[in-house]
């Protein structure tokens, strides 16, 4: 196991690395010296906020109603903890150190951090629709649970749900490193942007990208390989794209969208709406309609 | 680092969250207080198989003939104790309590799991010819070995062909669990319940959707994106979905469907056919005809 | 917990799983007994290249201009060591022992990764014009860094970039793998084979396909779902398929293609093209040519 | 790494091992298929019930009084469930299967863990005075947290006091194995069944015994390497000790004893008095006497 | 596994655990809320200390003169960043708030954590004495390197070494708890306030202690069992002892102390004495002279 | 958590620490680039081998005879191949590089751990006879089951006898660690060297010490603090310790010696001799007397 190689080159590598004009377009160094958010801390937060959400399919598998105030809210002390920290980093990620004091910084994340816990208790009421919706619309599921335990499309909104609160209370970056967990480990790409209704179901979900400005009503159905996206994004004067604007589908309610159908732009699929599958969609449809490939 | 926080707030968010209303649809509390299966413990299971059905390749990569039996012997008593608990885990899980008691749950949990073992050089012949498959279907592939240590496709079946076994001993929850695994790690998403014949191949495989009533023959060959779904949802008198009814593709020997088509219902796609990218296939398919996107 | 079972059963399972007929198409045993290459070390090999590459984005998140010397240079000395055992593991996993002998191999190994190493800065290189792509690309995005840290695309093409001058190294199997480990993770399949042109963005990025032989030129936009992949496998006189031979499209400069677009063959997508969704190619694209689904 | 060996020795070796003859005296097979107590789970009681002990110093350090509740609740809700799985164990490794059914054997089990967490508030109460002990007895401290978080005394205490319930209620084997954890971290030895007063401290520890029939009062120091032993072992008629019977020192209040004594048999060392270091004593000791080496 | 109880136990304990009167004397709640320092990371430190102290032999067992400095740069860069933080925790452990500003704290820590690395040649040359002596002194040890890898006295005195200079510094708490790692990993125990000349050797040492004011010369060689104590505790007038007295023996150079030998006091034991095992000192002892235990 | 810090002090310690009369007596590199043999491995191997030695205990706690030999197989497979090559560097931390070839070397390591593998049989006879011993040996022991799993009296002699075969067959470094794994745990410090006959017992064993060269009998019984030692270390001419001569004593059968005894150098403790707590013995003692500590 002779594994000598030329001292040379490697110091070579390492002078070439280190010189200012390699490495300027991809180091991060913070103004305030707040280390990058983790992943792994943010994977524990969502976990244990999933154990909270659904008590006894995750975490502590064996909790009974007269000690569960014990595991949520020792979950919940520890989640709260957790997100304050990583709200500050996520905030001094984007922080150009001009704006206000980092004393000021902590203090909101503390604020942000509190306010979101308030809205666990609607974060569980859509998703027990989610679970309704995820049975009911499934000939292959046995029971509710089976759908929270199993079923990407809980995995997905779990994580797009509490990313989308974070998301209206302008948390930076933690969003959207928690819809990427969900989009790596389900293939549902869901932008913590979108507003989605209750009662909302995506089977088999591969594929499926929901984008920033989408707003999803009740009882929406979509399958695998679904594009909710944008047509064409405008440029401001000096040919930069303009950021933000609404440029996604508007979904009303009871709609059903088939594997593999796109949808580009700010159109709007009219309540009741059918759209088949490998469609190409980029205007307007009628409530009620029916639209399939032509063959 | 001060980190306080409303204790107000906390308290009435985990009131709220342990109000019966509140948790009542998403708690899950067994009859027979049984955990929840646990997936990691289902993890080392397929793990242990995997090492089982390709000596060498996995686990200990250094077995060798004159010593393979003490280490398939040793993994599978391991994996026959896992399985018994998971099993009896899965059906705790749907358990009514009035069925049948506990004591005759647990000896059918062992004969369940006896059973499952003796499937296991079956499985491995099947899982044989789709190495087989994924090795001459593939220009790129070096070796028949390569795709048993880096192809999705081959990872996938391990999964199914495993879960499907399980599915037809009648265990509970498990083989769903084991094939949502799969399904999370390769983006192929195949029911336990489809019945697939040997020397099977799924190239790239992503997005790959197969029903839960498929029925797949020989030497068929699958692109990314193929759906083989259900086109409706039959419904009972009182408008609840009827489960279990035959609503999936068959496909024919020597079949291939090229990426992105979707093929719904229960047609027959016949012997030798091949079904062009992104087509659209509600209707049976004639044995050697060629489907393509009309332009 | 009475755990018994028929030990009859798990004998008659294990003698038939250890004969050599069961066993000898799915069991490895290389010549020289090197074990087969380690997932886990690779990863510690990408993760800490990621490092490297992207300074205080990954591992060490505190890393100061005066001290990068000591990180990086003490990641590759590591990345060293562990690749040049991997590299004779993946070498001699395909080696039919005849060739040349063991100490020739391990020499080769070092040299091997002594070149990959110089590679390093150019990678780096190329990357930098990826996070600007992805940045000046998605409308979503707030900052390069962002797009470092969270993209699909930036993971993806992190592990390819890798993976091709390994790959064009001639190291055998290990390409594969990492290539491998992104698909997992990110939905996108990219050959280590292919060749991408700087500047390069895959927006979402699940379920597509990059072939073994393609050839992407730069400022080249991709969609979710999208294939360059083969048309046809010609086969030798013997039916064998011809392994090797190019057979995927060349995408020239500024070229988009929106999702779920299917290319096929050796063809040619000129300067500027768009490629609509869902849209099906077989045959050359003009320069500056709009193809779009009809509808 | 060519690293093969005669597989006729591997086998021979393992055919002598599997041999009866071989096995009988040093293998376990439990009557009831309960597995030995797990040492992991025991070492997470333990840990958890130092923090419940300890709040802040061990476990979560950032707990508030607001919150206490929310966390020692989970923790112990957790403690009790461990804990009844590893007295059932304790008891079944003893278990001759004649006495009793194993159902009745669960209820006995559930009903010991829950008289031990009733112990807790005083095991806590004789902790707050050992720490006392501990540090106003040593020059060295300089508060008694720091007792608390780095002294073995306070560790082994810990250990023991927990035990030492245990023993009381007659759970089976668990309360020795918590002993021997603690000797094992601190070299110092204290049988369960020992009884020990209130404001107890052992300076350094390493190598000091305390037997399983100790009676020690208030207020008691000990040093290193001091030994509380029995002097001789009664012999039934058949030649087999007796066992069980008051073998080992009372120790009376206020008594210190320096590094290295050695005090055998069922002797009394009266209120107040002092045994010099390595000192032998085998009778008893007036209250307030000073018993020191001669020279 | 029906594992009921009566929740009212639970309830009660837990109620009366969190009554204040329980806990005030055993929680902790420092004032600026910085949590309790970290055992974990502690030992990483001394793990990467010992890497650098000791190139080759732990850590990175394969490092080379031509790479050392980036593994000794990037350990050290760690190092001091894990330092600072466990310096700050152990500072506000005894804070009572009233001294002084956070900020100032911090900016303290910075500068201790740095003055302690310059330290460390220092610290490697003095081991690489106590190295020389362990080899020399030992007839068993066949080099000089067996003895770093294996030999606890090399294993406590690094972990002294360290300590000691760290206690010098003033740094609060954490050189206790890395002197009590070593403790409770080799059964030596050195108070961090002891001062130890160069060439020193334990043999064995289990049981051996050296008190916080010990004075100990050159060429020191001690065994296991050794007592370097304190005699007496003067008190205050209130009753209080009087902490950070001399009050522990001097041993001038060239002395050996046998096993189990008890030296009480500020005693000096003269250069070049030797004092037998089991010996009770409390005087003075001659240079050159030999004490052994009378018989 | 701004922590920043002199640059110039790092770079000077690492330079300082980088230079060669500053590590040259405290760095290792070997003649053949093996790194330093893995503490990890070896107590992998050890535990292994505990399982294999005592079934059912250790390990897989539900081992059946009809299995035995699936999990002993796999166990010693996995033990030769681990051993095989942590021989191989603990030869090479001594090679000077010159007496023979790393081939030969390797086939060596190979030889002589086939050879230790046909000493198991022997070694778990060895420790059935000091189970029993520790059983019908201490009252407080229930059964003889509660000392292989609790005692530690089995555990060193678990970690000697297995070191003690490995000092005999000549491999280097490997037994010391082995023996040190054990000293560190229990306190109980046996040189592997040293030769112990059957039935042999340490009663809590904290701080007991027995040399290299020690020959001790059947039915032996030492209890805590007990020092089997050398007297004095004879030098060479040059003033060299003399390496290897018998220097510690002879213990013949049915000895007893009592806690915080020594006794040192080549002297015989008759059999069925008795020698007291706290004695000092450094000439031979008759077989049958008690020796005891003059008051």
């Keep these: 196991m002779i594994k000598k190689y030329s001292n040379a080159t490697l110091s070579e590598v390492v002078d070439a690395l280190c010189e200012e004009s390699s490495y300027q377009a991809v180091y991060h160094m913070p103004e305030h010296d707040w280390p990058m958010p983790s992943l792994e801390v943010l994977n524990e937060v969502v976990e244990r906020l999933r154990s909270v959400l659904f008590p006894g399919y995750f975490g502590n598998s064996e909790i009974r109603p007269e000690t569960m105030s014990y595991h949520i809210g020792g979950s919940l002390d520890v989640v709260y903890r957790l997100l304050v920290e990583q709200i500050m980093r996520g905030r001094c990620f984007f922080c150009d150190g001009e704006k206000q004091e980092c004393g000021k910084c902590e203090e909101e994340a503390r604020e942000l951090a509190t306010q979101f816990l308030a809205t666990l208790p609607e974060i569980r009421r859509l998703l027990a629709t989610d679970v309704r919706a995820a049975y009911v619309g499934d000939p292959a599921s046995k029971s509710p649970g089976e759908t929270i335990f199993c079923y990407p499309s809980i995995t997905a909104l779990t994580h797009h749900r509490i990313a989308h609160e974070l998301y209206k209370l302008g948390v930076d970056l933690i969003p959207r490193i928690i819809g990427e967990m969900a989009h ?103 409530p009620g309609a029916r639209i399939t490939q032509q063959k």
Excluded at 267 to 276: E, F, L, P, R, S
């Design 184 to 286: 790596s480990k389900t293939g549902i790409d869901i932008h913590p942007g979108a507003t989605i209704g209750e009662h909302f179901f995506i089977d088999h979900g591969t594929g499926t990208v929901i984008g920033e400005t989408c707003v999803i009503g009740r009882n929406v159905r979509l399958y695998q390989g679904v594009t909710l996206g944008a047509k064409s994004f405008p440029e401001d004067e000096s040919g930069k794209l303009i950021k933000g604007i609404a440029r996604h589908p508007i979904v009303e309610d009871d709609v059903t969208v088939y594997s593999g159908a796109t949808i580009l732009g700010r159109v709007t699929i009219g309540k009741g709406a059918t759209v088949g599958g490998n469609v190409w969609v980029t205007g307007d449809v009628e």
